[in-house]
């Protein structure tokens, strides 16, 4: 079966030349690979040109969903595999990525793996990468885009990725697929290498933007309302004057940040003492930036910015 492999890019110029190098290196080549550049002023573009065996389109002020989109509507196959630029794929990926699909699936979901270079990548993609398959439930798990096949069907019954969002589409689309009866099969040998933030402001502004869009697209309400109360509950257990609110607020903060903590001692075995102190500390700005993310995704959704998802 033929397999069109698709990827947006911005600004990839740093880690453009891995990818490509990676997708090169495949043990199951894909049979097109279309790239959509959606309008970098770095040498993003200049490297997909001088490279072989792609097309590239260019499609200035395209977000991501647009650029998916485009790439899909000049993709020659029913197959469709959708990388990310940013990231670099085991040799294996591709072939474990379709066997689901030549097996009948509608829809492959591969899985992910930090790139793990410093005491900060590996605290960061503690808080919310497993750290291997055995932790996921393949009957609820929901893939990245940077990690996923599909049948281009699967997608069109959808309606494509939403040009609305600017973030979150992904997580969009995974769950109008499991709201219908598509089959949908985890393939933990599809690894995808994923490069965490490098800096605290970029890791704040990744995920208020991840929130924002979870508000715009109305997902996961109950997740965001829960993270508000028990923050609210944290302040005020820390104005009270009793002793005990305090010692069952420090008691849930323990049990809260465990997971996370745990991963990123496994990412970082020689400092897993830094790894302790600064995981919680993350975790805590992250869920900040989803708060005030979230508070800025209802504003978008009063002040009309993002359509209502039940119109798509």
């Known amino acids: 079966m033929k397999i069109s492999l698709i990827a947006t890019v911005l600004n990839a110029e740093e880690h453009v030349g891995a990818f490509l190098a990676s997708i090169d290196a495949q043990t199951r080549r894909p049979d097109e690979i279309v790239i959509v550049d959606g309008g970098s002023t770095d040498g993003t573009v200049a490297a997909l040109r001088a490279a072989d065996g792609l097309t590239l389109l260019e499609e200035p002020g395209a977000n991501i969903s647009r650029g998916r989109n485009v790439a899909i509507g ?3 196959h029913e197959l469709i595999a959708v990388a990310d630029a940013d990231c670099e794929y085991d040799p294996a990926w591709l072939a474990a990525l379709i066997a689901p699909l030549e097996d009948g699936a509608d829809v492959s ?5 930090p790139i793990v270079d410093s005491l900060l990548s590996a605290c960061v993609s503690s808080l919310g990468l497993p750290l291997s398959p055995t932790e996921v439930d393949a009957a609820t798990f929901m893939p990245s885009a940077r990690s996923v096949a599909f049948r281009r069907e699967a997608l069109d019954a959808v309606g494509g990725y939403p040009e609305w969002l600017a973030i979150g589409e992904d997580m969009w689309v995974n769950h109008r697929w499991r709201e219908r009866p598509f089959d949908l099969r985890f393939a933990p040998e599809a690894v995808a ?8 402001d970029a890791i704040w502004t990744q995920y208020l933007q991840y929130a924002r869009g979870d508000a715009q697209a109305s997902m996961y309400p109950e997740r965001h309302a829960l993270r508000f109360a028990v923050y ?3 302040l005020a257990a820390l104005v009270s004057r009793r002793t005990w609110p305090k010692l069952l607020v420090a008691g849930g903060a323990i049990a809260y940040a465990r997971t996370p903590v745990h991963r990123a001692r496994a990412r970082a075995p020689q400092r897993r003492f830094a790894a302790t102190v600064l995981t919680p500390v993350l975790l805590a700005v992250t869920d900040l930036a989803k708060m005030f993310g979230y508070a800025l995704g209802l504003r978008d959704r009063l002040r009309g910015v993002a359509q209502d998802s039940s119109s798509h």
């Open 74 to 76: 000049h993709a020659a």
């Open 109 to 113: 979901m591969g899985w992910t793996e």
């Open 193 to 200: 290498g994923w490069r965490p933030r490098t800096s605290l």
């Open 232 to 234: 609210g509950g944290l």
